[in-house]
């Protein structure tokens, strides 16, 4: 078992809608986790970090984080066709004091026109 | 705002053969670390830097090492190469640390796709 779950998709949704991304660790520790998304072929790019319980809000992405349920989510609010990529859940593991990032493998979403 | 620059960008190498893939990171940031990604998968840590000296270790072969120099630029060095390396190479520099609860927010280089044939 991964230590950072995600659903691998593809999660199709249409143009406007939102679409909800998923991840659970199992490090109760972790402290840090960060959203990237990733073109084929291009490199990750960070979209979001979040530490605290409760939302983040940035422009069309919210961060949730519940600590209790181990549970990191990203919303994306009026989804466009250039939002389509895969987006990597990472968690920073609770004994590491030098920020190696420990990803998931990645939800393919799809923004249908 | 200036990126992580990876070079470079594209490698094909023999089996056996040796490679270097260099690193410089954002100015200012004193931490580097370096992720394999093979087709498919979720890039694995290899190694990181802090201030010149090797801070964490992942799954790197022996075959592989590196290092990073004064001015903060890093190498990784793959000897013996196998097909099984053929991957993307990723690179990413953060502003390090080490305050307690400090974010450790990584930048990623575009990456090197090195193919092994």
């Known amino acids: 078992q991964k230590e950072v779950e995600q659903n691998s998709g593809p999660l199709s949704v249409p143009e406007g809608a939102i679409a909800s991304l998923n991840c659970t660790y199992s490090?109760?520790?972790?402290?840090?986790f960060f959203w990237y998304r990733q073109y084929s072929g291009k490199s990750p790019e960070l979209i979001m970090s979040?530490?605290?319980?409760g939302d983040k809000e940035d422009g069309r992405f919210t961060a949730q984080l519940n600590k209790a349920s181990q549970y990191v989510s990203l919303l994306i609010r009026d989804s466009q066709p250039s939002d389509s990529a895969t987006y990597l859940c990472?968690?920073?593991?609770?004994?590491?004091?030098?920020?190696?990032?420990?990803f998931g493998q990645g939800t393919t979403l799809q923004v249908k026109p | 705002a200036a990126g992580v620059i990876q070079s470079p960008r594209h490698l094909i190498k023999e089996k056996r053969e040796t490679a270097t893939l260099k690193c410089y990171p954002i100015?200012?940031?004193?931490?580097v670390y370096w992720y394999q990604q093979g087709p498919g998968q979720d890039p694995q840590f290899l190694i990181s830097?802090?201030?010149?000296?090797?801070?964490d270790k992942g799954s790197i072969p022996d075959r592989f090492s590196a290092q990073q120099f004064s001015d903060y630029h890093s190498e990784l060095n793959m000897s013996s190469l196998e097909l099984g390396d053929s991957a993307l190479y990723f690179c990413?520099?953060?502003?390090?640390?080490?305050?307690?609860?400090?974010?450790?927010?990584?930048?990623f280089g575009a990456g090197t796709r090195l193919s092994v044939l």
């Open positions: 990472a968690a920073i593991h609770g004994s590491s004091n030098t920020g190696k990032l420990i």
């Open positions: 990413a520099s953060s502003l390090g640390p080490r305050l307690a609860g400090g974010p450790f927010i990584q930048y």
């Open positions: 490090d109760r520790g972790s402290q840090s």
């Open positions: 830097f802090y201030e010149k000296m090797q801070s």
């Open positions: 979040i530490y605290s319980n």
């Open positions: 100015p200012r940031h004193d931490t």
